[in-house]
């Protein structure tokens, strides 16, 4: 009996936010969606922090001039479960199609630089965080743990994404081509900060992280990049001459890869919004895979293997409660704190390891 691959075709974003305004900008990525869907799209992916736009402040001043923009990115950032959130959860239903939206996540009093998976009937598969915020982006974001580094079964085939500087870190790469991830979602912001004066930050470096993601994992990649558009800059740099110079409009470079590394879309100038489109035929993975396997045929574990603990760290461990008439001495004795533990060993999770499951 013949076996079927998933053939269909995927969209990358390129936009800008509304910066700061978290309705304005659902507005506008529920227009995107309807959009990508209206091509013949299965799936359409964000930007990284897209929602309510990454927070290039960070980068133009020091962390005291920044603290002007706080409390606005924190209250327009998206809480899971939000009336916000159910929005883009309604839309990917209402047009049955898989969104992977990349936004700033409030949880508690704290920020994470977060990817949301929904599939085509509005059902979340997915919430993941950066596992190591890049640089300044450390003074506004917290970090993520190992259950981020996760690859998804979905009718599209198995879904991973990863943020910016994320595809440049070896191990957490190989941790996900070691779960047989097939499409894989690489959200950039923009490649329009320090141009001319760091040369890591710019398009040709990080394009060249994506394209070559594709080829090391033998899947596709969906790169969508966002925007800086003239009313961020004017925003966050006024008439300040240097910080124009620092943050560019533009910065767009949205594309879709194969697994051996061909741009299979047609790039869009860098100032200009919308979408890129591909079609994608997962079937192609077998022919990549047969050559370089590097989690399979292609590698050495007797040489080098990776150490990967999907543990879910949570914050608050509550110990047992004692029993009726215990002493409070013996109940202590009784429950010990928790420990490191190997990696697969469900003692390490504590009792609760329900953060950000479906």
């Known amino acids: 009996m013949p ?110 630089m977060g990817q949301w998976i929904i599939d085509a009937e509005g059902r979340t598969v997915a919430r993941r965080r950066k596992l190591k915020p890049t640089h300044v982006e450390r003074t506004v974001f917290g970090e993520g743990d190992g259950s981020d580094l996760g690859v998804h079964d979905t009718a599209l085939g198995r879904i991973g994404a990863l943020c910016c500087w994320e595809h440049l870190q070896p191990l957490s790469k190989y941790a996900m081509y070691a779960q047989d991830e097939q499409v894989h979602i690489a959200a950039w912001p923009s490649f329009s900060l320090y141009r001319g004066g760091a040369h890591a930050l710019g398009a040709e470096v990080n394009t060249a992280a994506s394209r070559i993601y594709a080829v090391e994992g033998q899947c596709f990649v969906v790169a969508p990049c966002a925007t800086v558009s003239k009313e ?30 061909r741009l299979l879309t047609e790039p869009l100038p860098e100032h200009t919004e919308g979408l890129v489109h591909a079609e994608l035929d997962l079937g192609l993975i077998t022919l ?63 009792p609760s390891t329900a953060r950000r499951t479906a």
């Open 3 to 112: 076996v079927s691959h998933p053939k269909f075709r995927a969209a990358a974003v390129q936009a800008a936010p509304v910066f700061l305004d978290l309705d304005a900008s659902i507005d506008k990525a529920v227009g995107l969606i309807a959009e990508a869907a209206a091509q013949g799209a299965q799936l359409v992916a964000f930007p990284e922090t897209w929602l309510p736009g990454y927070p290039w402040f960070i980068w133009l001043d020091s962390p005291a001039w920044a603290l002007q923009f706080i409390q606005r990115y924190h209250d327009h950032s998206l809480v899971d479960g939000s009336p916000q959130a159910d929005r883009i959860a309604q839309a990917a239903r209402d047009h049955a199609i898989m969104v992977v939206m990349g936004h700033s996540e409030k949880a508690g009093g704290s920020l994470y």
């Open 288 to 350: 990549a895979k047969a050559a370089a396997d590097p989690a399979g045929h292609y590698s050495r574990p007797d040489v080098t293997r990776l150490l990967l603990d999907k543990t879910p760290r949570d914050r608050v461990v509550l110990a047992p409660q004692r029993p009726p008439g215990a002493a409070a001495g013996a109940a202590a004795d009784a429950a010990p704190l928790p420990s490191a533990a190997s990696p697969g060993d469900p003692a390490a999770a504590g």
């Open 232 to 261: 961020m800059v004017t925003l966050l740099c006024g008439d300040d001459p240097t910080k124009r110079q620092l943050l560019l409009e533009g910065g767009g470079y949205a594309g879709i890869y194969a697994p051996d590394g």
